[in-house]
């Protein structure tokens, strides 16, 4: 039974103590249990309390005590695909740990989601790496005792552009297109080229079938078409976030091969976030992820000069991805369980 003192309430985006309490949560909560990740970004948090895809409803909770934020849930409903599934993620202070604050807020999340109808869950826990910071295990822990096997791991690596050998990256560049002829190399900023954005829809569609992933993990492919990607793109735009993006192209099918994207968050100048990068299947073989990826850390140079992070998450069997980050310059950081439970 949960603790009656804790009160459950949605986040209200205009109420600038209980936004701040939130935030104040996170950020204790990342320091805490995830150093050398990114910090929360302040700016964007109260973004998204007010701008999200068509594609996603969120909803957000925060633990109350005595008045004072002490947790917060989000929960990610999908509405064009994987409508069976949900998406939380769980945060309590560090300071109100086993005090039931943190199943209050699943068994909340847990209940929002049936009546949803999802029969899904996903949520992430964090492990430690040889070598890299340790991080706690308390979110191991807790997923286990409720109920969440792990279905599916992925290594965070993060890169230090500070240290990155330029002319290593200019050899490997070169070689790369040593390899790539007939393609060409296409970048964008926000906004995809009118002539590829259905490719770059295909791209992002694939990215849910394509990359290894657990054989528990339930998670279906995605669904994707043009408004989906200039929707996301003017969200994001919305929110303050730079999106830099390159694609290659088959010059004589005008085929859309490879796709990457970088995501550099409003008020954070310390570190970004790579989202998408894949290669279509028939097109492997000529180095083009390498390109891809080189050409847009490139890119984040001449725009954030001074920015030195960029974090990525490859499932551990992703042997050809790994390579390739590897090589340009990133390293483990931690490791991200994916943690499931499923309705009977």
């Known amino acids: 039974m949960s603790n009656p003192d804790i009160k459950i309430v949605p986040i209200d985006p205009f109420d600038r103590a209980q936004v701040d309490g939130w935030i104040d949560v996170e950020r204790a909560v990342y320091a805490h249990d995830n150093p050398g990740a990114p910090q ?33 849930a989000e929960s990610v409903f999908f509405l064009t695909d994987n409508q069976h599934l949900a998406n939380f993620e769980i945060l309590v202070h560090p300071g109100h740990r086993r005090k039931g604050v943190g199943t209050a807020l699943l068994e909340h999340a847990e209940r929002r989601a049936a009546e949803l109808g999802r029969d899904t869950f996903l949520a992430f826990a964090s492990d430690s790496l040889d070598g890299a910071p340790p991080q706690d295990h308390a979110g191991q822990h807790f997923a286990k005792a409720r109920g969440y096997a792990v279905v599916d791991q992925e290594i965070h690596r993060r890169n230090d552009l500070f240290a990155v050998d330029d002319d290593h990256l200019a050899k490997l560049y070169a070689d790369a297109w040593e390899k790539a002829a007939g393609y060409e190399l296409v970048q964008w900023v926000n906004h995809a080229p009118d002539d590829i954005v259905e490719g770059v829809a295909a791209m992002r569609q694939r990215m849910s079938t394509d990359p290894p992933m657990g054989e528990e993990l339930d998670m279906r492919p995605s669904v994707y078409d043009v408004a989906r990607v200039r929707d996301e793109e003017r969200t994001f735009a919305d929110r303050g976030q730079l999106q830099l993006a390159a694609a290659v192209r088959h010059v004589e099918s005008g085929e859309i091969a490879g796709l990457t994207d970088i995501i550099v968050f409003p008020g954070d100048e310390d570190h970004a976030g790579q989202n998408d990068t894949i290669v279509e299947e028939r097109h492997r073989g000529h180095r083009l992820g390498t390109i891809l990826k080189i050409a847009n850390q490139r890119a984040l140079r001449q725009y954030r000069p001074k920015l030195r992070y960029v974090h990525t998450w490859n499932a551990e069997s992703n042997d050809h991805m790994i390579a390739i980050n590897e090589a340009i310059g990133y390293r483990p950081l931690c490791r991200d369980f994916d943690v499931q439970k499923k309705l009977s």
């Open 40 to 72: 929360t970004r302040p700016a964007l948090q109260r973004l998204r309390l007010l701008l999200h895809p068509a594609s996603v409803q969120p909803e957000r909770h925060v633990a109350l005590v005595d008045g004072a934020v002490v947790g917060y």
